[in-house]
């Protein structure tokens, strides 16, 4: 069954410095999806992503993240400079757009980010 | 805006004990509707869902009515097992590009 990848599955950090989340979609889907987790509570969402640019973002989701999707393979989430609040689990999913799989996300595994 | 709320946490039940997780949402229009899980140490993995009204998703044993004139889409199994449990997240969604409204989740123990 395809699958999401997320990469890595666990990322240290110090605060301030810049941390790439990678994720590789299902191939044949066209919407791409962050989300984040932080430990014990509600899985909230950052962005969503359409036709190579942002459709939707959320208030989270300010100045210090990006989105990219770099060889139509690859989506990644850049953090421009951690804060110990970032620390989080981060979800990719991603949704194909035809009618018979349409508004369902698949969910990679997610990425742990530790800011220290 | 979108909103779910969802019971309570943490339920712990026995083996074979009869199932509820309560979810309502606040929404405009006709979302659809869902239930994702996660495992201990894992992701969210789809558990069911439902399109429209009186709409009934079924997986695992797992079984929940999307209810327009109560909003309400809860969670009901018949006998749990060990293995059930997780937390259960019930979830919003419009179509095209529009992310999913999670719930807090619920966590869920069955004990043997």
């Known amino acids: 069954e395809p699958e999401v990848t997320q990469t890595p599955s666990h990322q240290v950090t110090q605060m301030g410095q810049e941390v790439i989340l990678r994720c590789v979609p299902i191939?044949?889907?066209?919407?791409f999806y962050w989300y984040r987790q932080i430990l014990g509570q509600k899985v909230e969402f950052l962005v969503s992503?359409?036709?190579?640019?942002?459709?939707?973002k959320s208030e989270i989701f300010d100045d210090q993240f990006s989105v990219e999707r770099p060889d139509g393979s690859n989506f990644t989430l850049k953090i421009r400079s951690t804060k110990l609040e970032d620390s989080a689990m981060y979800f990719c999913?991603?949704?194909?757009?035809?009618?018979?799989?349409?508004?369902?996300?698949?969910f990679g595994a997610g990425s742990r980010l530790t800011v220290l | 805006g979108n909103s779910v709320t969802q019971m309570e946490g943490p339920v712990t039940l026995s083996e074979e004990a009869f199932l509820t997780i309560n979810c309502t949402y606040t929404?405009?229009?006709?979302?659809?509707l869902f239930w994702y899980v996660q495992y201990p140490g894992e992701g969210l993995q789809l558990l069911l869902k439902?399109?429209?009204?009186?709409d009934k998703g079924s997986n695992k044993g797992f079984e929940a009515t999307y209810r327009k004139e109560t909003t309400s889409f809860h969670l009901e199994k018949g006998s749990v097992q060990v293995s059930d449990s997780a937390v259960y997240f019930c979830?919003?969604?419009?179509?095209?590009?529009?992310?999913?409204?999670f719930g807090k989740g619920t966590h869920l123990i069955i004990q043997p």
């Open positions: 979830a919003l969604k419009y179509g095209g590009a529009d992310g999913l409204t």
């Open positions: 999913a991603s949704q194909t757009g035809v009618s018979s799989g349409a508004n369902v996300l698949t």
């Open positions: 439902a399109t429209k009204a009186d």
């Open positions: 929404a405009t229009g006709y979302p659809s």
């Open positions: 191939s044949n889907h066209l919407y």
């Open positions: 992503f359409y036709n190579n640019e942002i459709s939707e």
